[in-house]
């Protein structure tokens, strides 16, 4: 998912080459913007994190670790 949506932001600066861009995303929508712009492997080249100027992220689940000793993660084995 993330290097489609990598893929789907370089093709809009490629076709819009002015263009200042304005992430968005609701629940896991969400979260994954967040990523793309907040880990450490820095996926984004420096061009398009330029590019990106502002953030709109709606109900987002920033933080899996409350949820690793519950029920909920009996079928995604997430780990810490």
Known sequence: MEAEIISSLEYLVKLLPE???ILSGHSAGGQLAAHLLHTPTKP???EL???IIGMVLISGVYD???LVNTYVNMPLKMSM
């Open 44 to 46: 984004l080249s420096n």
């Open 19 to 21: 263009a200042k861009l």
């Open 64 to 66: 899996l670790r409350p």
């Open 49 to 51: 994190y330029q590019r």
